[in-house]
């Protein structure tokens, strides 16, 4: 299982990077105006500056809407770097997009999915990954997770080489979760994955052996 991190903070994609466990990036047009990252070329070179941090994949989203703007824009900001992945959103053009790409062999991140049906075309036009919203369909009382499970179960039927790519994780339960259902990839907030380190009893067990083993070296003076 692969952990992305859902983040352009170059500081915390750093940190992910060096706690040893990240495997690629993904980021949106949200997250990139989160940072203050903006114009054409500041955002082509904070994409670079990522790519230098991870050696992972890194998913660049197109902002344009139509077929030929989606393939101008996707060509772009695969010529920046190989590790660039150019996320395609779930809409008609972005699948004839996709299909495109895939022939290419430029890799795609089909996002804004949200039911079974859309990351079944996204498999069928080929795309790399495909990018299920859990928590925002949590978000609104309906089981994001249960869609990570239904499409596992689909591209499994078919053996569909598209990777689920579980995004808008919150949390670490939506993690383990995912991992228990057979999510390829899931990418979240630098929280959700440092959060799976946390646990009372490793920490009351750290300080009662820390304890033991000073006391052991007093007697011993
Ligand atoms: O990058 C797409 C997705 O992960 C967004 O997550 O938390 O804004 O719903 P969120």
Known sequence: ???????????QITEAHNLGVLDGVTTNPSLMAKEGITGDLNIINHYKAICSVTDGDVSAEVISTTFEEIIREGQELAELHEQIVV?????????KAIKYFSGKGIK?????????????????????????????????????L???RDIRLIYDNYDFQTKILAASIRHPMHIIDAAKIG??????????IT???????TDNGLVQFLADYNNAALKDK
């Open 146 to 148: 249960a869609l990570i």
């Open 87 to 95: 996320k395609v959103p779930m809409i008609k053009e972005g699948i």
């Open 1 to 11: 299982m692969k952990f992305f991190i859902d983040t352009a903070n170059l500081d």
């Open 195 to 201: 959060a799976l380190l946390k646990h009372p009893l």
């Open 108 to 144: 795609t991140n089909c996002t804004l999915v949200f039911s079974a049906g859309q990351a079944l075309l996204a498999a069928k036009a080929g795309a790399t990954y495909v990018s299920p919203f859990v928590g925002r369909l949590d978000d609104i009382s309906t089981d994001g």
């Open 183 to 192: 999510a390829d990839v899931i990418t979240g907030p630098l929280s959700s």
